[in-house]
Structures are given as C-alpha cells and as structure tokens.
C-alpha cells in the first residue's frame, strides 16, 4: 500500500508541473523572486511544438505607407520562417532561414535574396534566425542564461535586464507573472540610434502551448519609425505544413 501510494504521489507532482505550464493566470500578482528562478519559469514555457501554421491579421506603418493585409506564417522550428501577405491577391512571400533571406512580390513583381542585414534595416536591430524566431513565440531573443540577470518588479511585470552587455545594447524583458511568456522585450542601441521594442498584450493557450494572440512591434532607426501589428486569427501545431517558394525568372531584383 505505502508503495502504491507513493506511485500516485509522484504521479500527481509530475501532473501538476505539466498541467502549470499550459495556464494563464490574469489575476496573478508578481511577488518578489530571483531573477535566476524567472528566467527558469519563463524557459519552462518555451514553445515545444515542432511546426506552427497561423492565419493572422497584420498591420504595417512606416510613416510612408500604411497597409492592412492577411498574413500567413508558418515555421519549422530551427530550420525555416515562411510568411505570405495577402489582400484579395498575394501581395508578397517571403522564406526565411538561418542562412539567408528571400522576398518576392507577384503585385510588385520584384524580388530580393540577402542576408539579416536586410531585416535590420525593417526592424532596427540586428537579428538572427533564432532570435526572429523567438520573436514569433514570444520568448526572449537571447539565452538569458548566458548573463547574470537583475530583477525588479515594475507594473505587476518582473523586468529582468542583464548585469553585463557589449557596451552598447540595452536589454529589457517582461515577464508575465500569469504564464512567465513575456509581456515585452526591448533592445536599444544608442550608439547607432536603433531600438526595437515588441509588446504581447494577450496570449491563447493552444494544444497545450502559450502562444501569442497580439504582438506589436516598434522598429526605430534614426528617425524612421516602423510599427507592425500582428493578431492572431487561427494557428494549429505540428501538421504537414507546405512552405514552397520559387522566384519567378522574369522579376526584377530590388535592394532593400
């Protein structure tokens, strides 16, 4: 009996861990915890799936053109961000992977083949694949083990911000109390007038993942302001997921 015993009590610790990591707790209040324990929760409730396959809404503005279009975004997790914007037609796509960046437009008709170098100059830091990523998921773009992190309660959000940097960039994370998924994360560069500032107002907890239901992007570079606005409309994880992209022949190349 007693061995039987402590076979349902492992089994409820076990499903107690696993069934905290899929809730959101909108009354939580942040109470006072190191920032080396943040940083564990918030890793706890990394994306797990291995595909997304997302409908969303997306607004762009960058003081010169506004546009509302249908976004399709689809990731293989590790290995390729695939993205499609429509309105009525395909307005562009666009395949991104660690290696490189690819863009066309069938509306334009134009294209582009690069590097990061080229989301840069869209989002006014420079990122990686896993960063971009990261993005997507609502986790931080970097390891935050990699540094000592200080921690300080700020509007109900634990504000973790790293003790050493290059010098340069200035880090901030949100964590959210409710789900430990960030609230926000901003990174700044002042030496080359560049920061860029993503918000996630809510989340939806999908097949057992929180994921984003809003993200609000703020890209500054110098003087140039760009903000994209995301919002979720359907999303499923982990099915076959068609990510084709050919550039037609006749397209002309652009610089961006």
């Excluded at 666009?94 to 069938?106: H, N």
């Excluded at 700044?188 to 809510?202: G, R």
Aim: glycine share 4%; hydrophobic share 40%.
């Amino acid at each position: 009996m007693k061995i039987f015993k402590y076979l349902v009590l492992i089994l409820l610790v076990f499903t107690s861990c696993k069934t905290k990591k899929y809730v959101i707790d909108s009354n939580a209040v942040a109470k006072e915890m190191s920032a080396k324990r943040v940083v564990k929760k918030h890793l706890n409730v990394s994306f797990g799936k291995e595909t997304v396959d997302a409908k969303l809404s997306a607004n762009f503005n960058n003081g010169k053109t506004k546009q509302s279009l249908s976004v399709y975004l689809r990731i293989t997790k590790g290995k390729e961000i695939w993205l499609k914007g429509s309105k009525f037609i395909t307005i562009f796509k666009a395949r991104i992977t660690p290696k490189a960046v690819e863009y066309y437009s069938p509306y334009a008709k134009n294209y582009f083949k690069g590097d990061f170098k080229m989301l840069e100059n869209v989002l006014g830091t420079s990122l990686n694949y896993t960063q971009l990523e990261n993005l997507f998921l609502g986790q931080a773009v970097i390891d935050l083990k990699e540094n000592k992190q200080e921690v300080n309660i700020v509007n109900n959000t634990y504000v973790l911000k790293p003790q050493t940097t290059n010098g340069v960039l200035k880090m901030f994370f949100g964590i959210n109390p409710g789900h430990f998924k960030l609230d926000f994360q901003k990174v700044i560069n002042s030496f080359k007038n560049q920061a860029l500032e993503v918000e996630y107002p809510s989340y939806s907890i999908v097949d057992k993942e929180i994921f984003p239901k809003k993200i609000d992007i703020r890209a500054k570079q110098g003087k140039k302001i760009t903000k994209i606005n995301f919002t979720l409309k359907s999303v499923e994880f982990n099915k076959p997921i068609n990510t084709s992209f050919s550039i037609p022949e006749n397209y002309k190349h652009i610089n961006l």
